[in-house]
């Protein structure tokens, strides 16, 4: 097939072709890379937030590609816009039975905060879920467990947006509604029950410490934290100037200072941040150094205890024995991740409580 001259001279002059041909194809496949590179752009490339003054490392990188990718709960958000009153329409305490709490709403609206709480809460189930089986005129009765948590949720709520505020919307309005929490599940995901030891015989530190549980963060740090800090309310700062501390009594310990780690490790993960969110870190107990953050979150702290012990602790009775913690029987509490679910701020911000005044205040609702 190849011309004679050419098979003799091969014959003649054997040369070993692979060494070059391998040569060519790493540069080959290295500028094929560089010219996709160029093109579609770098996969691994960062974008840096800084949280304080430059030269303090106060920085977290994260991938572009991650920043573009929203939380897709946003999709499930639907737009559902107010019927504006005009003072003639009747309202739900003069219509219905037994209407303790949205009595002020117009039926329209509280037709339309209805189906909302159905989406959000039991899409599955539907009205049933609060109301049973019964046709309409049966739901006025409280037969149903899930009717009284409900309407302590709907109260719940709306002290969440009128007076914790400077939390909730503290950049710009974004509140919470039944959907922050519950992402159309009847418990939300993210709730938390105490486990600290349940006898004397496995009492004490080591029993709530050196465990892999979700409430360590699964480190060697206690498992307690969230129960110290956000439900019983001790104190979280653990920090001193002096280089050897004469431990009087009531100093905090050595283990108080791991659970407070414990806590910040759990802020850290829910927000889906790391401590220069909040802190300088050359100095945690500096109140100076911190950025405006850590005061949102240390009314974050105030907020959470309130939620609670006034809301959901006192639901223990109310609800049945299969929903209460499995070592102490107690209610499932609300903390940080609750709302955030990894993102800095819910639902990476979106105005959530903007259709919805009647879950913004306590009082009679304002329509713009
Ligand atoms: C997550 C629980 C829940 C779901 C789901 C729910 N409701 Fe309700 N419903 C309540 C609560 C709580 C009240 C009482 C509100 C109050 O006291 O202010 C109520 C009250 C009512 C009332 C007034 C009854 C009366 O006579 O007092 C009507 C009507 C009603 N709901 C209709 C509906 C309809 C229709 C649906 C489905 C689209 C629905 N609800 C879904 C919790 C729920
Ligand atoms: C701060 C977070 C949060 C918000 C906001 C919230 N919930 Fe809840 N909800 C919880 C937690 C935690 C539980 C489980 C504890 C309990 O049942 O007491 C729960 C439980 C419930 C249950 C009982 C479900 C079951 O199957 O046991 C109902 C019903 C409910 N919520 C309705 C609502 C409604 C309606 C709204 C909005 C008006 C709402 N929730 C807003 C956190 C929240
Ligand atoms: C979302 C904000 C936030 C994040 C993120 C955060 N912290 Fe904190 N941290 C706070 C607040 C607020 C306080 C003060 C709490 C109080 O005393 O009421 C605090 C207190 C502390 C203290 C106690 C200071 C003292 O005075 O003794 C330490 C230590 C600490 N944080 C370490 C960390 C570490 C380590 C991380 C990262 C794993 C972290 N924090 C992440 C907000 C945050
Ligand atoms: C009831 C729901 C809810 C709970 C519980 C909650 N947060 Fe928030 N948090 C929000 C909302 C909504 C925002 C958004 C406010 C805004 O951007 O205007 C927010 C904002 C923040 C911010 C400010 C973020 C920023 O970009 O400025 C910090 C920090 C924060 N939360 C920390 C915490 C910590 C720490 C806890 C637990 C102790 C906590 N939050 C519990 C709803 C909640």
Redesign the pocket.
């Given at each position: 097939m190849l011309p004679n001259w050419f098979n003799v001279w091969n014959k003649e002059n054997p040369t070993n072709v692979y060494g070059p041909a391998v040569l060519v194809g790493v540069l080959g496949g290295a500028i094929f890379l560089a010219i996709m590179i160029v093109v579609w752009g770098q996969p691994a490339a960062t974008n840096s937030l800084q949280t304080g003054p430059r030269g303090t490392g106060m920085s977290m990188a994260e991938f572009t590609r991650d920043l573009g990718t929203p939380d897709p709960d946003i999709a499930e958000l639907s737009e559902n816009e107010p019927y504006i009153p005009d003072g003639s329409e009747a309202l739900a305490k003069d219509i219905y039975s037994n209407v303790q709490v949205l009595g002020d709403v117009t039926e329209d609206n509280f037709n339309r905060v209805m189906a909302a709480m159905t989406e959000w809460v039991a899409p599955d189930q539907g009205c049933a879920y609060c109301h049973g089986d019964g046709d309409i005129e049966t739901y006025g009765e409280d037969t149903l467990y899930t009717k009284v948590v409900a309407r302590r949720m709907i109260e719940m709520t709306q002290n969440i947006n009128e007076s914790w505020e400077g939390h909730v919307s503290a950049n710009k309005q974004v509140g919470v509604t039944c959907m922050t929490c519950h992402r159309g599940q009847n418990v939300p995901s993210e709730v938390w029950f105490k486990i600290d030891p349940v006898n004397e015989a496995t009492a004490g530190w080591p029993a709530v410490q050196n465990r892999a549980t979700p409430l360590s963060q699964y480190t060697s740090l206690p498992s307690n934290a969230l129960e110290a800090?956000l439900l019983n309310y001790e104190?979280?700062?653990?920090?001193?100037l002096e280089s050897r501390v004469a431990n009087e009594p009531g100093d905090?310990l050595i283990q108080h200072?791991e659970r407070?780690?414990s806590?910040?490790?759990y802020?850290?993960n829910?927000?889906g941040?790391?401590?220069?969110?909040?802190?300088n870190?050359r100095a945690?107990?500096?109140?100076e150094q911190?950025?405006p953050?850590?005061?949102?979150?240390?009314q974050?702290?105030a907020m959470v205890q309130e939620i609670n012990n006034d809301y959901l602790v006192p639901l223990t009775d109310v609800l049945p024995a299969d929903r209460l913690g499995p070592m102490h029987g107690d209610a499932p509490k609300a903390a940080?991740k609750t709302c955030h679910k990894g993102y800095q701020q819910p639902l990476q911000g979106t105005n959530v409580i903007k259709d919805w005044p009647e879950l913004a205040t306590t009082g009679v609702p304002v329509y713009e």
């Open positions: 800090y104190r979280i700062g653990v920090h001193d905090p200072a407070t780690y806590l910040m490790n802020f850290a829910s927000l941040r790391n401590c220069v969110l909040c802190h870190t945690f107990y500096d109140t911190v950025t953050q850590w005061s949102t979150a240390s974050g702290i940080c």
